[in-house]
């Protein structure tokens, strides 16, 4: 295997995630000073997941960072899907709540598009409800779903144009590629190929793109002779695998077989440190914009 050369540019998600929070906490203490009201981001965890409690705890502590006031609401993975909704009722009408959201995944005999859909839309910073998926392609977009708007954030702040561009996405989820691509193509003004698990010959595609995202969540899917020489690549991909030879026991991997990618690549993000600390910067920036509309 060839080593990394050093041609290509790492795009550092935590650096920009941090700057963005800085931004954040100034507009929150001018906020304070002139007596607006201090952004207030819900949490709703249901059950005790690993995984789901390590991000909530990440989004607590960013809450923190940035001066936002935080409730966190914890439920056992017995409650029902009506008490559940209860609660969510009762934080759409908590007037001091400015955004509100409920932690994936949710136990089996909970619909997680019913529960989705019961959130105020104009609370929704997760950016998950029809209403909010609908309004990518308005003039106006309110809340644009998080993970979509970290990667338009990244590409955004690291000058890398899309006008014009090939842009292939790849995977095809209602939170992820859907709505990313949409955005792309609507706010981006980008060619657009949405990829999925029953496309064929998906190197066809890859190997075409000027800027390549991946969101599937299987280490090693993009391959180097899957890639034009030069392209951005974006790796959403976020996969815990397990072995004796992580630290931990484990490590975190993106789609993109990284180093030889990397080689080809202009632009790349890691995994970890690219898009996943975008998404919480993404949520804070919804919550604070949620703010600003409600109370100006
Ligand atoms: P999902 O399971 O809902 O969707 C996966 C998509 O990949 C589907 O559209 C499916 O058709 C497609 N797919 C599956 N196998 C494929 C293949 N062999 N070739 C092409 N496409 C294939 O997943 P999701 O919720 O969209 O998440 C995708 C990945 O992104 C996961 O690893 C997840 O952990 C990660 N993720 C990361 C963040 C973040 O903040 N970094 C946020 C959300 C999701």
Redesign the pocket.
């Known amino acids: 295997m060839t080593d990394t050369p050093t041609t290509y540019a790492l795009i550092d998600g935590r650096k920009v995630s941090g700057e963005i929070k800085s931004e954040i906490s100034a507009k929150v203490h001018e906020r304070k000073l002139s007596g607006k009201k201090v952004p207030h981001l819900a949490i709703i965890l249901v059950g005790d997941d690993g995984a789901s409690q390590t991000y909530v705890d990440h989004k607590v502590k960013s809450c923190k960072e940035v001066g936002f006031h935080y409730t966190m609401m914890r439920f056992a993975d017995t409650i029902s899907e009506e008490k559940l909704i209860k609660h969510i009722d009762h934080v759409n009408d908590d007037e001091d709540v400015d955004g509100f959201i409920v932690q994936l995944p949710l136990p089996a005999h909970i619909s997680v598009e019913r529960i989705t859909e019961k959130i105020r839309s104009d609370k929704d910073v997760d950016g998950f409800t029809n209403h909010n998926f609908g309004s990518i392609t308005s003039k106006n977009p309110l809340l644009l779903p998080?993970?979509p708007y970290?990667v338009i954030e990244l590409l955004r702040r690291y000058n890398i144009p899309t006008e014009g561009k090939h842009c292939v996405v790849?995977?095809?989820?209602?939170?992820?590629?859907?709505p990313l691509s949409m955005m792309l193509a609507e706010q981006g003004h980008a060619t657009v190929t949405l990829?999925?698990?029953?496309?064929q010959n998906?190197a066809e595609y890859t190997s075409k793109a000027d800027i390549l995202i991946t969101?599937?969540?299987?280490p090693g899917?993009i391959t180097a002779d899957m890639v034009k020489e030069g392209a951005v690549v974006i790796d959403?991909?976020?996969?815990r695998v397990e072995g004796p030879q992580f630290k931990n026991g484990y490590a975190i991997k993106?789609?993109v077989d990284f180093k030889p990618v990397a080689a080809k690549a202009s632009y790349i993000t890691p995994?970890p440190g690219?898009?996943?600390p975008?998404?919480?910067a993404s949520l804070l920036l919804n919550t604070l914009h949620a703010t600003e509309k409600r109370n100006p």
């Open positions: 998080a993970t970290g790849v995977g095809a989820s209602r939170i992820v590629g859907a990829c999925h698990k029953y496309t998906l969101a599937v969540g299987k899917l959403v991909g976020t996969t993106g789609d995994v690219g898009v996943g975008m998404t919480i």
